[in-house]
């Protein structure tokens, strides 16, 4: 990983230690996937790093011009990278700016060489990297996206539905949804209770901002469970949006401990609907005092 700087000099990352991307290469007929992830050399060891570097994506085709083939490949995604975006100021998508590149395909005894690079084959059964490492790839309507985008009720309804409606907490009657979703410590919005559901199934929702779900654990001097919708990553036929399960331990309460949970839901997009593709608890945190 070395670049030459505005001097003319060549500079590598973290040097003196050598850092390089191991190019994994799937071709399946005429489409062709670059999977690129950073590794560290020390001596004769390879290190896999979780960041370093960041991890590139790439999708194109294979086509021939006179006797020779070429390979136009996109860049479709890249964890950890900072990317130009174009945003649109109507509908307040973001779409990152895709750099297209066009290389000749060139074979060097059983080698394959693109860009320099040289691949050794590998069969099927001994391919080095999961297949689903290759998913990374996605259309350009998957990539453009809304970060945290303002009163998706729909979605927040049929999200607080999925959740109430899981077999795995044990819910009362009535649940507290909180009115104030924050990113970190800064509220983005307060939902208008109602345009959100009174009731889902068989339970009774109450709206009540943080300030008082807190003065309600203060006078009853008991722990409050309550619901916190958080981020919201919406594109143009998917969303993906987060929820946590948490609990307000009052002042008067001692020796008490319990669990806060996140979850996470995914929804494809089909007209004014979502239909959920996948949600899961991704993790708790243990609360004391």
């Given at each position: 990983m070395c670049w030459i700087n505005?001097?003319?000099?060549?500079?590598?990352?973290?040097?003196?230690?050598?850092?390089?991307?191991?190019?994994?290469?799937?071709?399946?007929?005429?489409?062709?996937?670059?999977?690129?992830?950073?590794?560290?050399?020390?001596?004769?060891?390879?290190?896999?790093?979780?960041?370093d570097g960041a991890f590139f994506y790439f999708a194109g085709k294979?086509?021939?011009?006179?006797?020779?083939?070429?390979?136009?490949?996109?860049?479709?995604?890249?964890?950890?990278?900072a990317r130009k975006v174009i945003i649109d100021s109507i509908t307040g998508y973001v779409t990152p700016v895709t750099d297209t590149f066009t290389y000749?395909?060139?074979?060097?005894?059983?080698?394959?060489?693109?860009?320099?690079?040289?691949y050794k084959l590998q069969k099927n059964d001994s391919f080095p990297i999961p297949r689903q490492y290759f998913n990374q790839f996605f259309t350009i309507e998957d990539i453009s996206y809304r970060r945290n985008p303002l009163q998706q009720y729909d979605l927040?309804?049929?999200?607080?539905?999925?959740?109430?409606?899981?077999?795995?907490?044990?819910?009362?009657?009535t649940i507290i949804v909180c009115l104030d979703r924050f990113e970190f410590d800064d509220k983005i919005e307060t939902f208008d209770k109602n345009l959100?559901?009174?009731?889902f199934n068989k339970y009774i929702v109450d709206y009540l901002s943080l300030n008082d779900i807190f003065s309600k654990?203060?006078?009853?001097?008991?722990?409050?469970?309550?619901?916190?919708?958080?981020?919201?990553?919406?594109?143009?036929?998917?969303?993906?949006?987060?929820?946590?399960?948490?609990?307000?331990?009052?002042?008067k309460v001692i020796n008490f401990q319990d669990k806060d949970y996140h979850y996470e839901y995914?929804?494809?997009?089909?007209?004014?609907?979502?239909?959920?593709?996948?949600?899961?608890?991704?993790?708790?945190?243990?609360?004391?005092?």
């Open positions: 505005s001097k003319g000099k060549k500079e590598c990352y973290d040097a003196p230690r050598k850092w390089y991307h191991k190019n994994n290469l799937l071709i399946n007929n005429d489409s062709i996937f670059i999977y690129k992830e950073p590794i560290h050399i020390h001596k004769k060891d390879t290190l896999y790093s979780a960041s294979i086509f021939k011009n006179n006797d020779q083939y070429f390979a136009t490949l996109l860049m479709t995604n890249c964890d950890y990278c000749q395909l060139a074979n060097v005894k059983t080698d394959l060489v693109i860009n320099n690079v040289t927040i309804n049929q999200c607080l539905n999925d959740f109430l409606n899981q077999d795995t907490l044990d819910f009362r009657d959100l559901n009174k009731t654990s203060e006078i009853l001097s008991k722990p409050v469970r309550f619901i916190q919708i958080g981020e919201i990553y919406d594109t143009k036929i998917s969303t993906w949006i987060s929820l946590n399960y948490k609990i307000y331990i009052p002042s995914y929804y494809d997009k089909n007209d004014n609907s979502y239909n959920l593709r996948e949600g899961e608890q991704t993790g708790w945190s243990l609360i004391k005092k």
